[in-house]
């Protein structure tokens, strides 16, 4: 079986954030402003995530950041150059 054919689609959501999150790391000019243009980013996400969403969802957030496998998550992701 194809390899390609085990990996779930990601949804429409999943593809614009990740547009508009690549699009903001191709303008900082360093490693460093992209791991602190992502840093913040991930805070105002867990800020929302806990304001419009409740403290419920905040820790269930947390807990999927948690359980990430970064062996398969880059099948799931263009390549990207710094």
Do not use: W
């Given at each position: 079986m194809?390899?390609?054919s085990?990996?779930?689609?990601?949804?429409?959501?999943?593809?614009?954030?990740?547009q508009l999150i690549?699009?903001?790391?191709q303008?900082?000019?360093?490693p460093?402003d992209?791991r602190?243009f992502l840093?913040?980013?991930?805070c105002q996400?867990?800020?929302?995530?806990r304001?419009?969403?409740?403290?419920?969802e905040?820790?269930?957030?947390?807990e999927?950041?948690?359980?990430?496998?970064?062996?398969?998550?880059g099948?799931?992701?263009?390549?990207?150059?710094?």
């Amino acid at each position: 079986m194809d390899r390609l054919s085990d990996i779930p689609k990601s949804s429409i959501y999943a593809e614009k954030a990740y547009q508009l999150i690549l699009s903001g790391v191709q303008q900082c000019h360093s490693p460093e402003d992209q791991r602190l243009f992502l840093d913040s980013l991930v805070c105002q996400c867990a800020l929302f995530a806990r304001l419009l969403n409740g403290e419920r969802e905040f820790h269930a957030l947390l807990e999927r950041l948690k359980q990430v496998d970064f062996d398969t998550i880059g099948d799931l992701m263009p390549p990207t150059q710094h």
